[in-house]
């Protein structure tokens, strides 16, 4: 459904510097799957959700790589056929805090029209009216919020209608970057009950989930990817992210959460020392190496590829990390500890 090939994309501020935020991302989701993003703040998620969309503008820069969806590449279409050709049909995306974007005097109709009226300048009112009433049943919002202005609604019920919105044109691919954050405990469930329906009933054939904490995404997405420094550095299926970490990073994040999900609450509080490189000048060798207990010399200089390895949880699949530790020793050491 979505495949990703070597993605890079940079900031330029305005001091005309680079800020190589995508540094060489690739990933796959096959249709009917989900993928969780995670990482501490300043990693690369968000920029990665922007890049994927294929809508570049400043001071974002598209670099190199591929971006296919639907075995179409959307890499280095313009932007304005992107607007028109992909977003809301090809790939939906909630930015961040989007509900508190949402015009608060214009009722949610009229958004539901807009959005349809990009890629149907001929669809009436009317029709448009039901197809957003059938949807928002389908999906459990009531049929009044349509006539609301957004600023009349609770905080859940705005990011639910924003989710809701936002697919209104079923598309293939929906990024959601912190749908659930900002939000309390109960609207949190609610929202990932949401997107898990919206996966459930094919209003969207794929899922992208962004969050920085990782344990959020046990239960929620068939896969997580853990980005640090804008790469990846390692991608497995939800249990063995949560259960079984390779990359230490990875590990440290299990351990970094304030309050684990259930299911996962034995992790104890670790904060990660240390902070994240610039991404102006990111380091030659493993980027987490200077955060790392187990870095040695070689790790500072040796640039790391991203290894494959099979999965001991499904068959045929194979999980990638991107570590100079090969699995057996990695696991070694984490018994010691
Ligand atoms: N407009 C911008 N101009 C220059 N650099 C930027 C810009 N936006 C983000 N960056 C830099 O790009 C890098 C990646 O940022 P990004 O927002 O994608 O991270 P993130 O993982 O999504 O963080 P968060 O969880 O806080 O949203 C960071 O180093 C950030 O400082």
Redesign the pocket.
């Known amino acids: 459904m979505l495949e990703v090939k070597n993605l890079k994309t940079k900031?330029v501020?305005r001091l005309r510097e680079d800020?190589f935020?995508v540094d060489g991302v690739s990933l796959k989701i096959e249709e009917g799957k989900s993928l969780g993003v995670a990482?501490?703040?300043?990693?690369?998620?968000?920029?990665?959700a922007l890049s994927l969309m294929g809508y570049y503008f400043a001071?974002?820069h598209y670099i190199s790589g591929d971006i296919i969806v639907d075995g179409n590449n959307i890499s280095g279409m313009k932007p304005d056929d992107v607007r028109r050709k992909v977003l809301g049909t090809e790939i939906a995306y909630i930015p961040?805090a989007a509900m508190n974007a949402l015009n608060p005097t214009q009722k949610i109709i009229r958004f539901i029209e807009d959005v349809i009226h990009v890629h149907d300048p001929k669809m009436s009112k009317k029709d448009i009216y039901d197809l957003a009433k059938e949807r928002f049943a389908i999906l459990g919002l009531p049929e009044e919020v349509l006539q609301k202005h957004a600023v009349e609604l609770s905080g859940g019920m705005k990011q639910r209608t924003v989710i809701a919105i936002s697919t209104i044109l079923s598309p293939k691919v929906l990024i959601a970057?912190?749908p659930s954050s900002a939000l309390d405990v109960t609207s949190q469930k609610m929202v990932i009950k949401m997107m898990r329906d919206l996966m459930d009933k094919g209003f969207i054939r794929s899922m992208i989930f962004?969050t920085?904490e990782l344990p959020l995404l046990y239960n929620v997405t068939d896969d997580i990817m853990v980005?640090y420094a804008?790469q990846i550095v390692e991608r497995g299926t939800a249990k063995e992210m949560v259960f079984d970490p390779l990359h230490p990073y990875t590990k440290g994040l299990m351990g970094s959460i304030i309050v684990p999900e259930e299911g996962v609450r034995e992790n104890k509080l670790i904060a990660i020392p240390g902070t994240p490189p610039n991404?102006k000048h990111p380091p030659k060798g493993c980027r987490f190496a200077d955060r790392c207990k187990y870095a040695t010399p070689t790790c500072m200089s040796m640039e790391v590829p991203n290894l494959e390895v099979p999965s001991k949880e499904n068959d045929g699949y194979n999980r990638e990390y991107r570590c100079l530790m090969s699995v057996r020793k990695i696991r070694e050491v984490y018994e010691n500890e």
């Open positions: 900031y501020t800020v935020a990482g501490e703040s300043g990693c690369g998620k968000s920029t990665l001071p974002l961040q970057d912190e962004i920085h980005m804008g991404l």
